[in-house]
């Protein structure tokens, strides 16, 4: 009982790594039908920036905050340079589009900032375990899951609290109405993208506090997981990619801790079986789209 209370504390934290993604991905494509597979790239870009900042001494606190700007700061740029003359393209277009951002800032980060795998000096805290009986939380995973819960309870307080938030949703579900109703749909969008750049800067910041360190690729199979939990627990639906992020996380936990062998290396494989199970009972997603950023 112990190993597996233990193995879901890891499923846990894995899972939040991926929810906080998946919440970008979710609100960008609730808004423009667009799935960012750049978004990867913005926690890649928070790692370097990590690594930068805490070569150079900066302090902890100040890490953090660099770090978050720098992310929605990226992100805001991808937006206005890479999808907003090409607003009102088809899917393929806008698909294909964010592959080749994705590649430009990695082939960019090999040539301008370094090809090689960079470990980041974090803090001690990091290191930190506390033990509940036999089991073991290490301090980032404890701090993930709280960090990732509290993103989305104030992200649902913005979405139903404020004039913008509220845009945001009505134009998630109708945009061109949106539009003709006044709202200027730049600032919904670039709000959208300043968003999910934020909750990948978060995720960079978890996400790094405990990886052995970054490199110019890191952000892909993380943005690809992330993609996976979207479809998982439903597109359009912010909660529903929540669940899949953990969904996705745990299975792959699970699954990493009891194949044994040659299996070992195929469980992100049979965790994608499993998700491609769940789909077929249910297509719609776990939640499914039953109203567009809820």
């Known amino acids: 009982m112990t190993q597996l209370i233990q193995e879901l504390v890891n499923g846990v934290s894995l899972g939040s790594t991926y929810a906080l993604l998946a919440l970008g991905l979710a609100m960008v494509f609730s808004i423009l039908g667009l799935i960012n597979f750049a978004h990867g790239e913005l926690v890649t870009i928070g790692g370097y920036t990590m690594w930068t900042l805490f070569n150079h001494g900066f302090p902890w606190p100040a890490v953090l905050l660099l770090t978050l700007i720098a992310t929605t700061l990226a992100a805001v740029a991808m937006e206005r340079i890479a999808f907003r003359p090409l607003r009102g393209a088809n899917i393929a277009t806008l698909l294909i589009t964010s592959f080749a951002v994705s590649f430009f800032i990695q082939v960019a980060l090999q040539i301008f900032v370094s090809a090689q795998p ?50 945001m949703r009505a134009a998630a579900e109708d945009f061109d109405t949106v539009r003709l109703l006044g709202v200027r ?44 939990g979207v479809i998982l627990g439903g597109l359009g639906n912010l909660y529903g990619a929540v669940l899949g992020g953990f969904v996705l996380g745990l299975a792959t936990s699970l699954l990493d801790a009891n194949l044994h062998g040659t299996y070992t290396q195929f469980s992100q494989a049979f965790a994608l079986a499993i998700v491609v199970g769940i789909l077929l009972v249910r297509p719609q997603g776990l939640v499914g789209r039953t109203e567009a950023l809820t």
Not at 197 to 213: D, N, W
Request: net charge neutral; proline share 4%.
């Open 185 to 228: 749909a730049n600032v919904v969008v670039v709000t959208a993208f300043a968003l999910s750049g934020l909750l990948a800067g978060v995720a960079a910041l978890l996400f790094f506090a405990s990886a052995p360190g970054v490199d110019s690729g890191v952000g892909t199979p993380l943005v690809i997981n992330a993609f996976i």
């Open 118 to 167: 960079q470990g980041i000096g974090v803090p001690n805290w990091t290191d930190s375990v506390w033990h509940v009986g036999d089991v073991s939380l290490p301090a980032v995973k404890v701090v993930t899951f709280a960090v990732t819960i509290t993103a989305v309870v104030l992200l649902t307080v913005f979405l139903r609290r404020t004039i913008l938030g509220v845009a």
